[in-house]
């Protein structure tokens, strides 16, 4: 069982390991202290899932969305899944998670993000599509892509 739920300031370690376990393949080392200090300030909604290991309540994702200043104009924002759970479909119900929140928002017209070559694809089965393309833009090895998902103007 697994449950999609709000971060709350005691998921901080559990989301570090998530990152340390998708660095360096997912994440440049250097990005670690940008997202530490992230989940300290953010006020954007960041969730986490939760699923029954052992008995226990485990943090296996975590990832969030930001409204930018015009509000017409959504970001997903640090989205990572357990290395070792990665093709069990947590990815897929935590980037779902997240754009639904957003849909639930009308006046926000479009999603941006930025992944890499690994994760491009994933992404774009979602229909985000690339804009840019910066090579070593994340880090060494990893190619930063730009992409953007275009909401449909008529929402339920």
């Known amino acids: 069982m697994q449950t999609v739920r709000p971060y709350l300031a005691s998921d901080r370690d559990a989301c570090l390991a998530l990152f340390d376990g998708n660095t360096p393949r997912f994440f440049d080392p250097s990005e670690r202290v940008r997202f530490a200090a992230w989940l300290d300030a953010s006020t954007h909604p960041y969730f986490v899932i ?75 089965r979602f229909g985000f599509v690339p804009v840019k393309v910066t090579p070593d833009g994340i880090g060494p090895g990893l190619d930063q892509w730009d992409m953007v998902l275009q909401l449909p103007a008529e929402r339920a």
């Not at 296996?60 to 959504?74: I, K, P, Q, T, W």
């Not at 357990?82 to 009308?106: S, V, Y």
């Open 50 to 124: 939760e699923r029954v290991i052992d008995g226990e309540a485990r943090i296996v994702a975590c990832g969030g969305h930001a409204l930018e200043a015009d509000g017409s104009v959504a970001s997903l924002s640090w989205g990572m899944v357990a290395q070792h759970l990665h093709g069990q479909g947590l990815g897929h119900a935590l980037t779902q998670a997240r754009l639904d929140a957003i849909g639930a928002m009308p006046q926000v017209s479009s999603v941006n993000m930025n992944t890499s070559q690994h994760t491009q694809q994933f992404y774009a």
